[in-house]
């Protein structure tokens, strides 16, 4: 696959949930550095959710 944003930088808020996950994902298959940006709440709003860093573990797991 062509990698059509080798040496791009996204940024994408909300990359925990969603669609900001899904565009994370998706940003860094086609090769752009991707900052991963979410608030760590929970899908309810409460408390403290480490869904973001989820979101890190599986761009560097598939090479991003």
Known sequence: MARLLEGKIAIVTGAGHGIGRGHALELARHG???????????VRGDGVGR??????????????
């Not at 991707?34 to 709440?41: E, M, Q």
């Not at 869904?51 to 991003?64: H, P, T, Y």
């Open 32 to 42: 752009a550095s991707v900052v991963v940006n979410d608030l760590g709440s929970t």
């Open 51 to 64: 869904d973001s860093d989820e979101v890190v573990e599986l761009i560097q797991k598939r090479a991003g």
